[in-house]
Each structure stands twice: as C-alpha cells, then as structure tokens.
C-alpha cells in the first residue's frame, strides 16, 4: 500500500505539471497558476483545523520564513520552467534538489564528505548535462536555469522543513503556512500583471492544477508515515516517468536516448543521495539504543 500510495502521489504530481503547461498554453498567468496551486490547501486546512480545535500558532516563526521563503521561490521557478520547457526536461531539472543537498554535504558537511555523495554529485551533473544537451535549445536556456534553480531552491526548503521536524512542528502547519505563502505571493504578482486573459479551457486546467496537487501532497503524507522513508524517496522519482509519458502523449515531445539516459543517471543520483542521508539519520538513533540497552 505505500509503494501505491507514492506511486499515485507521483501520478497526481506529474498531472499538475501537465496542468501548469496547459493553462499556460491558454493564456493562464504565472500568478494565477500559483494561486490555484496554493489556494485549496490552505481552505482544507484551516476547515480541518478548526474542527478540531488545533491552533496555528507556530512555536518558532524563524524557520517558516526561511523554509516559505525558498519554497515559494522554488514554486515560481519551476512553474516557469514547466511553461518553456518539455514536460520530461523541466520535471527532471527541479527533482535535482538531492544533487544540491549533497553537494552542500560535500563542499560543508565535514565529516559526512564521502564516496557516496561525490558519485552521486558526479552523476547528477552527468545527468543534467545529458538532458540540456539534446533538448534546450537557444531560446530555453533561461527556462532551464530556472528549472535547475527551482531544484536548488527546493535542497534549501527541505533542510528547513528538516529543522521544523526537529523542533516538534506539526506537518500541517508546516504545509498551511507554505500554502499561505504560495498564495501571498500569488496576489503580488496578481496586483502587478492583473488577472490574465485565459479561456474556459484555461481555467479547467487551473482547477486541475489546485485538485492534482492537493491530492498528491495528501498522497506523499500518507506514504512517508507508512513505513520505509528509502522506497517512498525512491519511488518519487517515478514522477519524471509519468512526466515523459503525459509529454509524448499529450505534447508529442521526443525524447532520443541521450535524454533517457540523463533522465536516469538524475534518478540514481538522487537514489544515492536519499539512501545515504538515510543511512546516516540512523546511525545515531541504532548507537543510542545500542547505548540504552
């Protein structure tokens, strides 16, 4: 049952970018796509949570800022990514943020340098280099640092989504404030562009996009408390499978063996990355029951 529940998560997440491509495609602003995505988690929750009486107070507001503050960057950039770029290319780009975390590991993390992560770096970098190559072309370079942008910002989030586990902070609320967030920012960028344009066809691929998200978060939450946190991280990277397939369907894109190929070593990479970082939380929780017994 986890492995499904991650594997429609991933279905869900590779729905809502194809949802993000289209309603661009219909005149739909970048604005309006991020606040559909953000809008309907922040309803549900607060609805939720005031059934239940919880409070939405957070103990500590610090990591909420930074946490917000680079996963709405990370929102925007691959948003805009997913509206240049073939659906494959930019899903691949922003599932770097592993890549990211070790190369922070790697160039900061002391101790926890090790074989591990260079391959896994050395991979990654492979990777993206094969996916850019055959498939970017002049006018998409920008569309691409974005998309590669969006996955550093994403390592950031996730080391402070990290931080906010650790000092006890409920995942929903964690998941309201950035929904919030997503939303705040939405209406900025509203205030300044207007309301765009977009057709009947547009606002049905909107709608999409706040109703797949939202079913894959619910879907990825109920993976990771179901057992292993290594095939759940594994079985994510099945969302640039999904993607490569709504792409050739729905957009025809093609994909040579170059593509593919990158497309996979960015998968083991990430793999690498996951397992080792993985490994490494264990060690101390085994050593102290070691300690205890």
């Not at 103990?59 to 946490?67: I, Q, V």
């Not at 950035?178 to 009947?200: K, R």
């Not at 894959?216 to 099945?238: D, K, N």
């Amino acid at each position: 049952m986890q492995a499904l529940w991650m594997l429609l998560a991933s279905l869900m997440f590779a729905i809502m970018g194809s949802c993000v491509k289209l309603a661009t495609e219909y005149e739909a602003s970048l604005a309006q796509v991020v606040l559909f995505r953000g809008m309907p988690s922040v309803v549900l929750i607060l609805v939720w949570a005031r059934a239940g009486r919880h409070s939405i107070i957070p103990s500590k507001w610090r990591p909420h800022l930074w946490r917000n503050l680079a996963g709405v960057s990370s929102m925007w950039l691959g948003f805009y990514a997913l509206s240049h770029l073939p659906l494959a290319t930019a899903t691949s780009l922003t599932y770097t943020s592993p890549l990211f975390i070790a190369g922070y590991m790697l160039g900061w993390g002391g101790s926890q340098r090790d074989p591990i992560r260079v391959t896994s770096v050395a991979l990654g970098f492979m990777g993206v280099i094969a996916i850019l190559r055959p498939n970017i072309g002049d006018d998409q370079w920008v569309a691409a640092l974005m998309g590669l942008g969006a996955g550093g910002c994403a390592a950031i989030s996730m080391m402070q989504i990290r931080e906010l586990g650790r000092i006890g902070e409920p995942e929903w609320r964690t998941v309201l404030f950035f929904s919030l967030a997503v939303s705040l920012s939405s209406l900025v960028g509203l205030l300044v562009h207007g309301w765009g344009d977009t057709t009947l066809q547009g606002y049905a691929a909107l709608f999409g996009i706040g109703l797949a998200g939202l079913c894959g978060q619910l879907a990825m939450t109920r993976a990771f408390g179901m057992g292993s946190a290594l095939l759940t991280a594994a079985l994510q990277y099945s969302t640039i499978i999904f993607a490569a397939c709504l792409g050739m369907v729905f957009w025809h894109d093609h994909l040579d063996a170059i593509a593919w190929s990158g497309m996979a070593l960015i998968i083991a990479a990430g793999l690498l990355s996951v397992w080792r970082t993985l490994r490494e939380t264990r060690r101390p929780i085994t050593k102290t029951a070691q300690e205890k017994a």
